[in-house]
């Protein structure tokens, strides 16, 4: 699904239960151009949800938080099922992506490891301070709006 320009796809009263949640999930990895994914009424548990808590910030490196999808806003079906999907979600009506990116960054590696940008001296200082300087203005809390 990463060369479509599809905004929103409608698969509601499907059942595709957690077996499909996972598909679609993994199908949309590398998707930038889904906005809304209607799953109501699919018979998705708690558990069919994990996988788009990661397709939405995989916290697995800090990369892999910076690759995750910035892009689906909305996911109708998720309301009750993970209040951690909805954060992102949240987060990701947000216009500026990179900024997107930098506040799940925050959030899911509150502590980096420093000592490796130590290996390169002053050479990345520059674009280290530009990076926290603008991640000082990054909200780690959210609000889910009615």
């Known amino acids: ?34 906005k809304a994914l209607d799953l109501e009424h699919c018979d998705i548990t708690c558990e069919g949800w994990t996988p788009f808590s990661k397709l939405l910030c995989d916290a697995s490196s800090v990369n892999k938080t910076y690759m995750s999808n910035h892009t689906i806003q909305k996911i109708p079906g998720s309301g009750v099922a993970d209040a951690l999907v909805n954060e992102y979600l949240v987060l990701n009506e947000r216009g500026d992506k990179q900024q997107v990116a930098m506040s799940k960054i925050l959030q899911c590696h509150s502590h980096f490891n420093m000592e490796l940008f130590f290996e390169w001296e002053f050479k990345v200082l520059a674009i280290m301070i530009k990076w926290f300087t603008k991640a000082a203005a990054c909200e780690t809390t959210y609000e889910q709006k009615s």
């Open 1 to 34: 699904m990463s060369d479509t320009n599809l905004e929103t796809l409608c698969i509601q009263y499907n059942h595709i239960g957690d077996e499909g949640a996972l598909a679609f999930a993994t199908a949309l990895v590398n998707n930038n151009t889904l």
